[in-house]
């Protein structure tokens, strides 16, 4: 049996309905595992934010990245409005922030940045002040797909935090790397 042959005999057969296809991409993309990051804007009582692990980096010339959010986001609506976000890329200890900014426990909006020292860089958005990093956009352009938008951020500042390992998301938990 060919090196095809085998690969071809291991895949699964096409899904029945776009439902399954859905449920069999979601089981794969848990295999994928990420960094995970708040997406926060806005000042004072306009501030939102929500968990984010589809982020990337885009060029370096110009400095851009891009991160996606949901269509029915109140955090998009909200970077909408400010022009301007920060991707805060969050540490092991911070498994309790990615969890409120997920939504659990109920806190929406302003309610969320109570947790966490927040702080500010060029455009204003939220920092989180030990974070792994955070950097802080303008928005270049919003991107609607299917049901996501691709916000692509000009990189307006950077600040890089204390060294410490990684929080990841894999397989719907988070796992520490380093």
């Not at 095809?4 to 005999?9: I, K, N, Q, T, V």
């Not at 929406?108 to 109570?114: A, L, T, V, Y």
């Not at 002040?129 to 996501?148: F, L, P, T």
Request: glycine fraction near 10%; include cysteine.
């Amino acid at each position: 049996m060919s090196v095809m042959e085998s690969l071809r005999a291991r895949a699964e057969p096409p899904a029945s309905s776009p439902e399954e296809a859905g449920r069999n991409f979601r089981l794969a993309m848990r295999e994928f595992a990420s960094s995970v990051a708040i997406v926060a804007c806005g000042e004072g009582a306009e501030r939102n934010g929500c968990t984010a692990t589809a982020v990337s980096a885009l060029s370096l010339t110009p400095p851009s990245i891009l991160v996606c959010l949901n269509l029915a986001s109140s955090t998009l609506a909200s970077v909408r409005r400010a022009g301007a976000f920060c991707i805060n890329i969050l540490g092991d200890r911070h498994g309790g922030l990615a969890d409120r900014f997920a939504g659990r426990g109920g806190f929406k909006g302003p309610e969320r940045f109570e947790d966490g020292d927040w702080v500010s860089l060029a455009t204003g958005a939220p920092a989180l002040a030990d974070g792994a990093a955070a950097i802080d956009c303008r928005v270049d352009e919003i991107i609607e797909k299917h049901s996501h938008a691709i916000l692509i951020g000009l990189v307006a500042a950077v600040r890089v935090g204390p060294a410490g390992p990684a929080l990841l998301h894999w397989r719907s938990r988070y796992e520490a790397l380093g």
